[in-house]
């Protein structure tokens, strides 16, 4: 029962990599753990949790109303994508990389459409890794 | 053969997830970590109106600042000047972590005395080769080599591991501890984490 388990997630993981969703530093941050720390990833994006959601909310924030201080927008954005890059949430990362490309063509209209894209991809990532790491448990 | 010393590494970095992963990969490369939030909080902890040496305020020696580049209020590079700035602090090696692979802003850490510009996501081998570059510095006579280092490292990892074997674990205080303080005169408390 364990070793299905531990193939269906390693299976997932695999999955996950070649669909583009994680890239290698998610198996960097597996290469950390060890007996004494066998959560740490999942600590880790529980972490990235709680910072999005706040990130998630401000930029929603900044886009409802103008005048839109693109310069803002960029830099919440900037933090958003640093945090993604941290657990290597690729697809994540690529989209707030295009919302900064809006943000410094100063369109507030193509900023709004990605950012639809950025939530819609996090939320799949989110569902994704709470399937995985409970395989791993 | 014991390594000399473990060093203490003052972490500063305003991303909740940042400060966690760099908190494990000093921990794994057996060094003690304070990891803070902000360019204030890193002085404050320093000592800024004057210690006579580079304590932390709970009297641990602090031989390498890891700043984030990019931080509201006080930035990385302006934290850079501030330690290099101060007769106290200015000796403390000061490495610059960034997202971003900007070469003039690069060039202008690597001139106000930054020793090293690490490119995020920050790697283990980064951390370890670091720590190498450090203890070789620290010690007169250590002529420890890195084979050395990671050997007497790994040795600590697994005593620290084995519950049966347990000595005294390196004290991590992180941010979570000094964020509760308020943000007045108060002087900071530590607290030590176990584990």
Redesign the interface.
Known sequence: MENQKKRQAAYMKRSLLDQGYLDE?FI??E??Q????PN?VE??VK??Y??SARYVRNIELALENGPYDFARLDNMM??F???S???GARRVKRQCSQFQEYCNAKNIDGCRNIFQGVKQEYATLKTKLETYFQMER | MEMAQELHVLAVD?????R??IE??LK?SCCKVTAVESGTRALQYLGLDGEKSSMGIDGLKVNLILTDY?MPGMTGYELLKKIKESSVLSKIPVVIMS?EKILPRIDRCLEEGAEEFLL??V??SDVKRLRDFILRGEGDDNKETEKNIEQVCSRKRKL??DPTTQSIPSPVVTAHDIESSPESQQPLSKQSKI?
Do not use: C, M, W
């Open positions: 530093q960097h941050l290469e950390l060890d007996d004494a720390n740490f600590e880790v972490l990235f709680t910072d900037y933090q994508k640093g945090s890059s941290s657990i | 305003d991303s909740h997830v940042d966690k992963v494990r990969l794994i990019s997202s995020k996501p790697k283990l620290q591991d584990g």
